[in-house]
């Protein structure tokens, strides 16, 4: 399910560190269309963007 609301990076399930070049990255694995697509769009609306809940498991045990 994608949300396509307004976006901070930082805040996404798909941000990630990446060890090899020492920097956070988008995680998220498109094809080649869906990449440009992507590339094409500005990050404040990014139709890719999932909130990150780290209590995401907590929250179905209640």
């Given at each position: 399910m994608v949300n396509?609301?307004?976006?901070n990076c930082e805040?996404?399930?798909f941000?990630?560190?990446?060890?090899?070049?020492?920097?956070?990255v988008c995680d998220l694995r498109l094809d080649e269309d869906e990449m440009v697509?992507?590339?094409g769009r500005n990050t404040k609306s990014c139709?890719?963007?999932r909130?990150?809940?780290e209590y995401k498991s907590v929250h179905?045990?209640?």
């Open positions: 396509k609301q307004a976006t805040s996404c399930e941000y990630d560190y990446d060890e090899e070049i020492d920097a956070y697509d992507f590339l139709p890719y963007y909130f990150y809940d179905k045990q209640i």
